[in-house]
Nanobody
């Protein structure tokens, strides 16, 4: 199953975006799907994950502002990003263990 992230864009600080991670097949058997991000000149970092029973976890830097969810009927995982800050600017990737890294989707937050 391949994952493709989309939904990024340019937004002003304080704005919102909803990122989508669409799977090429069923996500029902995938135990955990993660969102990561990589800012220019920085290492890739964990953002959030969701399990196949709906448990979630977030990085401290996005807790209370981002929300991860999954729609198994649409084979899609979402990342709702609210109250965006310039430091959220990065390429966002979705991934599960053993899958290759995709191209990601660019999020740019202007101050």
């Amino acid at each position: 199953v391949q994952l493709q992230a989309s939904g990024g864009g340019l937004v002003q600080a304080g704005g919102s975006l909803r990122l989508s991670c669409v799977a090429s097949g069923s996500i029902g058997s995938i135990a955990i799907i993660h969102w990561f991000r990589q800012a220019p000149g920085k290492q890739r970092e964990f953002v959030a994950f969701i399990t196949n029973v709906g448990s979630t976890n977030y990085a401290d830097s996005v807790k209370g502002r981002f929300a991860i969810s999954r729609d198994s009927a649409r084979n899609t995982v979402y990342l709702q990003a609210n109250s965006l800050k310039p430091e959220d600017t990065a390429i966002y990737f979705c991934k599960y263990s053993g899958a290759p890294w995709g191209q990601g989707t660019q999020v740019t937050v202007s101050s």
